[in-house]
């Protein structure tokens, strides 16, 4: 008897057989890059940049234009990268390519927001690359205020090849710079967690307080500032207060004004 394959159930393990072999996501690439440069339009950078999470430190942001010619093997996401990868690759690129960095401060953070330091530093690494640009690839859904034309990709750390080699320049300077920080305040671990919310930073945060290197207006460094420096926080008006006290006034004057009558 012949029996029908296509009535056999599936083995158990199918599903996780397949979910298995389901294929890793591609990698940065360069098309976007060739599709203008077949235009006509070069040269083309791509910008990133790394910090805009952290409770303590700098943004960074970096600006690339990759040589067609000799664009290092490996270039990704700096978040899809292992430490060691990003260093080798920050070489090869810094060696290959025109590259820029900018840096938002801690004050300027504080003063602009996360959002608007962050965009005033990839504006700024756009304008100090060596040549200037005539198309702009962005991650993220804002664009720049370029004097060339500018595309925010979402995501683009992921999709163009010189976003993320930018991704990489900005993470790598940024960490280097953490780890500066880590020898001038010892205890917080910038080293180990560059300044973002792990619980060990946090635990630093109770224990020892904010330092200047934090964020003053994210949420845990505000409490850690009123619970080790109390004198540092305005204090907030009461509100009802205050009315309380124009309504015993208004009664008062309307007091004073009938007996008059």
């Known amino acids: 008897m ?24 591609a990698k940065a690439s360069f098309r976007r890059e060739r599709v203008l440069i077949k235009r006509g339009i070069w040269p083309v950078a791509g910008c990133d940049e790394a910090g805009r999470g952290p409770l303590a430190g700098p943004v960074v942001a970096a600006a690339v234009i990759l040589d067609p010619d ?8 700096s978040k899809r990268l292992t430490a060691e990868e990003r260093e080798r690759l920050f070489d090869r690129i810094c060696a290959t390519a ?22 005033w530093a990839l504006k700024r690494a756009v304008v100090a690359l060596p040549e200037a640009p005539r198309h702009v690839f962005v991650d993220g ?28 320049v900005a993470k790598v300077t940024r960490d280097r710079l953490m780890c500066a920080l ?10 180990q967690h560059k300044g973002y919310g792990v619980p060990e930073h946090l635990d ?15 949420a845990p460094v505000a409490a850690a500032r ?11 008006q009461d509100l009802f207060a205050v009315n309380e006290v124009e309504m015993q006034v208004e ?5 004073d004004a009938s007996s008059g009558l």
């Open 70 to 77: 000799r664009i290092p093997r490996g270039i990704d996401d």
């Open 182 to 191: 880590a020898q001038d305040c010892p205890g917080y671990g910038f080293e």
């Open 141 to 168: 859904r804002d664009r720049l205020d370029t004097a060339c034309d500018c595309e925010a990709v979402i995501g683009g750390d992921g999709i163009v090849l010189s976003i993320a080699a930018a991704s990489i």
């Open 226 to 236: 009123a619970r080790h420096m109390p004198w540092t926080v305005e204090p907030v």
């Open 251 to 255: 009664s008062i004057v309307e007091i």
């Open 98 to 119: 025109q590259v820029s960095v900018a840096v938002a401060s801690r004050a300027r953070i504080d003063r602009d927001n996360i959002l608007r330091a962050s965009l």
């Open 204 to 218: 630093a945060l109770n224990r020892l307080g904010p330092t200047i290197h934090h964020r003053s207006f994210f």
């Open 2 to 25: 012949i029996r029908n394959k296509s009535t056999r159930k599936p083995a158990k393990d199918a599903p996780k057989k397949a979910a298995a072999t389901k294929a890793a996501p």
